[in-house]
């Protein structure tokens, strides 16, 4: 495949252009706070199941994976209990969750959570060189009860004491935001590659390309 590159212009037109862009950038950032500000202005509802979930301390209740913060993310990984497949969205996912004393430093834990039992998941994170808390939901409800059933899904949660309560979920291109790779490649000439984008310089379906971090080589 040909790829069509950039058209040639001098410095003074390229900062011309870029400027024109800059202002439809600005557009877009001050549209995406106003979504952020209704997002946080969600109602809630409560979320008073007594769940359980194994982890490398034992078990623990719903309450408890918020490990003494207010607010509560939760990923939930593509892993069913004896599948070999390893998702390769949901471990690009992973792979782009940043230092947690960030999030920790805002009152905000995040955990990863699937119905898989522990040692299938830990044998996975030994893999991937992943150090994140990640729980078992084998044997409970909340998986489903989340909406996120045998796919992904981001839900957020808020606990008032030992009331817990959901405030947010996501899952398809809601989980975009989530990668800091593809914000990266959104900012190249080629961008991600894939036929849906406009510039004509890539082929496939999105995100056919991803593969585990350790399996682009082959």
Known sequence: ???????????????KTRDELLLKEKELTRA????????????????????????????????????????LIVYHFMM??????RCSGCSLVVDNIGHL??????????????????????SYKRRMGWTLPWFSALG???TEDCGAGDG???????????????????????????????????????GRQEAWEESGRGTGDPGDWWRLHDSYDS
């Open 1 to 15: 495949m040909t790829i069509s590159l950039p058209a040639v212009v001098s410095a003074k037109e390229w900062q």
């Open 32 to 71: 995406s706070d106003a979504v952020n500000a209704q997002r946080r202005r969600l109602p809630m509802v409560a979320f008073p199941k007594e769940y359980v979930f194994d982890g490398p301390d034992g078990k623990q209740s719903l309450p408890e994976l918020f490990d003494g913060r207010r607010q």
């Open 80 to 85: 069913q209990a004896g599948s070999e497949h």
């Open 101 to 122: 004393a960030h999030l920790h430093a805002r009152d905000t834990s995040l955990v990863v959570t699937c119905p898989a039992p522990l040692p299938q998941i830990e």
């Open 140 to 142: 409970n409800d909340f």
């Open 152 to 190: 992904f899904g981001v839900s957020v949660f808020l606990r008032e004491g030992d009331d817990v309560y959901r405030t947010y979920f996501t899952t398809g291109r809601g989980g975009d935001q989530l990668v800091g790779t593809l914000r990266y490649l959104d900012l190249t000439p080629f």
